[in-house]
């Protein structure tokens, strides 16, 4: 059999074999637009355990070359290859598309950005028509990207609807229950992540004593827990990551994973405070089991125990 080439010259995989039960639930295909992290594979497994096909656009210097093996159809795509991006999913029939994984939006404003991320002619028309240029924030920016694949009978749907199992459910997650200390600085960080949040600036702060010690924005997660540790070098303190109060569920919900708590206990950090039923969590018995080792708590709460918590019941 000869091999696929897409339109940049790149192999594309073969067809799976239908008749010896490769057949998929339907016969429309789901894209995945995918940037970095685990989450992009987390789904392109659990869509592949339902005999979905799936297609993957991947967007380059972000997305794990790992998805190949996991995917129908896959192509690359620099980030800001807007109208690349398009053609691929129309070439395989593409209607429906699941966005997952982070892009690094710093580099946005890298030296000599134009020629480093060099953007087609749609995305050009983009950038200087359409985008609404006094309002860059996340939501914003994606908002008007997501309308551009609208343009050509696209819609973008929540990763969660394929794969709800993601999700956090309520309670104490791990052995160790927070101290009425950290319980404290819970509700605190929490008030303080939803109005970050309904500012969109980002969906995590990092609290110890009451005391704000980092707030996440462009850097990440990860990288705001660990200026946290820089700035409290005793340790101890307290992740609150919840969703933002206008979140889209079609993307950036809050995620976190084995990763998270790595860097957690690399930082000295104790507690993962996260939203129950708006958060994902990626591996999730490896996550707890890792989090019960380094003696990390992980808590997820819901809206009334929130409510509950700030009211001092």
Same mark, same amino acid.
């Given at each position: 059999?000869?091999?696929?080439?897409?339109?940049?010259?790149?192999?594309?995989?073969?067809?799976?074999?239908?008749?010896?039960?490769? #057949?998929?639930?339907?016969?429309?295909?789901?894209?995945?637009?995918?940037?970095?992290?685990? +989450?992009?594979?987390?789904?392109?497994?659990?869509?592949?355990?339902?005999?979905?096909?799936?297609? @993957?656009?991947?967007?380059?210097?972000?997305?794990?070359?790992?998805?190949?093996?996991?995917?129908w159809r896959f192509y690359w795509a620099g980030l800001t290859k807007l109208g690349r991006m398009i053609r @691929?999913?129309?070439?395989?029939?593409?209607?429906?598309?699941?966005?997952?994984?982070?892009?690094?939006?710093?580099?946005?404003?890298?030296?000599?950005?134009?020629?480093? &991320?060099?953007?087609?002619?749609?995305?050009?028309?983009?950038?200087?028509?359409?985008? !609404?240029?006094?309002?860059?924030?996340?939501?914003?920016?994606?908002?008007?990207?997501?309308?551009?694949?609208?343009?050509?009978?696209?819609?973008?749907?929540?990763?969660?609807?394929? @794969?709800?199992?993601?999700?956090?459910? =309520?309670?104490?997650?791990?052995?160790?229950?927070?101290?009425?200390?950290?319980?404290?600085?819970?509700?605190?960080?929490?008030?303080?992540?939803?109005?970050?949040?309904?500012?969109?600036?980002?969906?995590?702060? +990092?609290?110890? !004593?009451?005391?704000? +010690?980092?707030?996440?924005?462009? !850097?990440?997660?990860?990288?705001?827990?660990?200026?946290?540790?820089?700035?409290?070098?005793?340790?101890?303190?307290? &992740?609150?990551?919840?969703a933002k109060p206008q979140q889209d569920p079609r993307f950036d919900l809050p995620t976190i994973g084995p990763d998270t708590v790595q860097v957690m206990h690399r930082a000295g950090g104790r507690v993962i405070a996260?939203?129950?039923?708006?958060?994902?969590?990626?591996? #999730? !018995?490896?996550?707890? @089991?890792? =989090?019960?080792?380094?003696?990390?708590?992980?808590?997820?709460?819901?809206?009334?125990?929130? =409510?509950?918590?700030?009211?001092? #019941?």
């Open positions: 059999m000869s091999e696929r080439l897409d339109a940049y010259g790149e192999r594309m995989p073969p067809t799976p074999d239908l008749e010896a039960g490769g #057949r998929s639930d339907t016969d429309e295909p789901i894209g995945l637009l995918a940037g970095s992290g685990q +989450l992009p594979l987390a789904i392109a497994v659990a869509l592949k355990k339902r005999n979905q096909r799936v297609v @993957c656009v991947f967007i380059r210097e972000e997305a794990d070359a790992q998805l190949q093996k996991l995917c @691929c999913f129309r070439r395989e029939g593409v209607v429906r598309i699941i966005l997952a994984g982070k892009v690094h939006k710093a580099r946005m404003f890298t030296p000599w950005r134009a020629w480093r &991320l060099l953007p087609d002619w749609r995305g050009i028309v983009f950038w200087l028509f359409r985008r !609404e240029k006094q309002d860059h924030r996340d939501d914003a920016l994606t908002l008007q990207i997501l309308r551009e694949f609208e343009r050509d009978g696209m819609t973008f749907e929540p990763a969660v609807k394929w @794969c709800p199992e993601l999700l956090a459910p =309520a309670g104490i997650l791990t052995r160790r229950p927070p101290t009425s200390e950290q319980w404290a600085d819970i509700r605190f960080g929490w008030r303080l992540a939803r109005e970050i949040g309904r500012l969109d600036i980002g969906q995590s702060i +990092l609290v110890k !004593e009451r005391a704000v +010690l980092a707030v996440e924005a462009l !850097e990440g997660t990860d990288r705001a827990i660990v200026r946290a540790g820089e700035l409290c070098p005793a340790g101890g303190f307290t &992740l609150v990551k919840v996260i939203e129950a039923g708006k958060t994902i969590v990626l591996d #999730r !018995e490896q996550t707890l @089991c890792l =989090a019960d080792r380094l003696g990390l708590v992980i808590v997820a709460l819901r809206d009334e125990q929130v =409510a509950a918590c700030l009211e001092g #019941r």
